[in-house]
């Protein structure tokens, strides 16, 4: 099946924290963050910085959003909690739609380690509004 969020360029600063799109799983779109310097927090022990969580709730959630319901949307509302550090092993970024209505969408975002999924690291939900459409 063809998935046109492939084709979609990561913005830069996506680019810059290592964050690849990796397809969809079902409803959930998954991504992965394999960690550059610039996305850490600190240096000694190598961590991730809490703007790099957060930026990966925001970019999941818009992918989560338009494989649900493509259109112009734009992030309103995010909340991000840390549940634990994150160090510089690649992340696992699941995303998932949970209501795409008329004009507001919300997504859940979890991010665990990429080869322990079930070790979260942080959680986040995203709220967008739909513009221009």
């Known amino acids: 099946m063809d ?3 492939q ?3 990561l913005s830069p600063l996506d680019r810059a924290i290592g964050l690849s799109y990796v397809g969809t799983e079902g409803d959930d779109v998954v991504l992965r963050l394999d960690p550059t310097e610039a996305a850490l ?3 000694d022990p190598p961590m991730l910085h809490g703007g790099t969580l957060a930026t990966l709730v925001d ?3 818009w992918y989560a959003v338009m494989h649900a319901a493509p259109a ?3 992030a309103v509302d995010l909340r991000s909690d840390f549940l634990r550090m ?3 092993s690649p992340l696992r970024i699941t995303a998932r739609c949970l209501r795409a209505g008329r004009t507001l969408a919300v997504c859940d975002v ?3 380690p990429w080869d322990a999924p079930d ?3 942080s959680v986040g939900r995203i709220q967008f509004i739909r513009t221009g459409d």
């Open 3 to 5: 998935d046109p969020l």
């Open 7 to 9: 084709a979609h360029p």
């Open 41 to 43: 927090g600190y240096e």
């Open 59 to 61: 970019t999941a959630g």
């Open 72 to 74: 112009t949307w734009v």
């Open 86 to 88: 994150a160090d510089t």
């Open 110 to 112: 979890t991010v665990a």
């Open 119 to 121: 070790r979260t690291t």
